[in-house]
């Protein structure tokens, strides 16, 4: 069942369509502080922000694994992803699992260490984390030479 219902669209920015979603989920990473490359989706069906709550969702035609290949890490994004971002913070978040040795792990919370030192943080529902460089996250817009 999608936790974003109608009422929630009646107060939220949507946007559809892949490059749009893939435009604004880069945008709305980079305006709260995290790395643009957090949500490397594809197929982007819906996405929708709220800003008085900060509730973000991104509708994705299939489920994607995407691998991380700065840190080795394979991460699976359902095909609905949501979470609530507030400043260098996503919680509450939905949709994404990370593999540890042979075992799927729900992510419920990332955030960039305060006082900064680089780490970007990942938070299970269970309490657990691991931190990884921030580097890892960004993209890189490559520039076309004319």
Not at 86 to 110: A, D, R
Not at 123 to 143: D, I, N, Y
Request: with cysteine; net charge positive.
């Amino acid at each position: 069942m999608s936790l974003v219902t109608e009422e929630i669209k009646a107060k939220a920015e949507v946007y559809y369509g892949d490059e749009i979603g893939k435009e604004k989920s880069k945008q709305l990473l980079t305006e709260v502080g995290l790395p643009n490359g957090l949500l490397p989706l594809e197929g982007i069906e819906e996405c929708g922000y709220v800003r008085e709550t900060g509730f973000v969702w991104l509708k994705q035609k299939k489920k994607k694994d995407h691998k991380f290949e700065e840190i080795g890490k394979l991460v699976s994004y359902a095909t609905e992803v949501t979470a609530y971002v507030e400043p260098k913070k996503i919680k509450k978040l939905t949709g994404v699992k990370t593999k540890e040795l042979l075992v799927w792990i729900t992510l419920s919370e990332i955030c960039l260490n305060d006082p900064p030192n680089g780490k970007i943080t990942f938070k299970t529902p269970t309490g657990l984390f691991r931190s990884f460089p921030v580097s890892a996250f960004e993209l890189h817009e490559v520039k076309v030479a004319k």
